[in-house]
């Protein structure tokens, strides 16, 4: 077994390994930590095949900066975990019979050959100035260019809309009107007194 084919295997078998502690674990933190290191290590495996812009784009961004704020947010809220223990029977049946037609699906998929990865051959090895974040952009931009920007719509449909969830006003909330604080005047909030200096007795 060459060097690479190992890094490969392991790199895979930590990845598999953090997927299911992902899903199985109750804590939600130790959840969220081995969803980290799951990102680390499909990281390793896009670097072993030359796409290091999307492997430093992944630890930057999902581990920099999604999984840092989810962290953030489980710890900061008060989680009651027996509570989400009591309805995970109810969706047991539902969630197994799922999990099985996924792995029929990709068994029959990854069984009909179109993948051929028994007989893929060697990536071809780049000059020095080979750059993939330039190949990168030159196939989202020209040959893939239309489901980009369908793909950009919806994320831009889904930021409004949440936006507009956030946003609307509830009886029970306080909520300051920035229209009246621009329109306020001096002499709405402040009234001069005038009162006689007291005597010293």
Known sequence: MEFKQFIFYFFSAVLVFAAAMVITIRN?????????????????????????????????????????????????????????????GEYLPIGGLVAV???????????????????????????????????????????????????????LVAIVAAITLTMRRRKDTKYQDPNKQIRVDRKDRVRMVKMRSEKKV
């Open 28 to 88: 939600p933190v130790k959840a969220a930590l081995f969803l980290v290191l799951a990102f680390f290590s499909a990281a390793g495996l896009w670097i072993l095949l030359q796409a290091e812009f999307l492997a430093i784009i992944l630890v930057l961004v999902y581990v920099g900066a999604v999984m840092v704020l989810f962290l953030f947010v489980v710890m900061m809220l008060d989680i009651n975990l027996v509570r989400l223990r009591e309805g995970f």
């Open 101 to 155: 037609l996924l792995v029929i699906e990709m068994a029959i998929i990854l069984s009909s050959g179109q993948f051929g990865l028994e007989n893929m051959p060697e990536p071809p090895a780049y000059t020095a100035d080979y750059s993939n974040t330039r190949e990168l952009g030159r196939l989202l931009y020209t040959f893939y260019v239309y489901p980009f920007e369908i793909a950009a719509i919806i994320l």
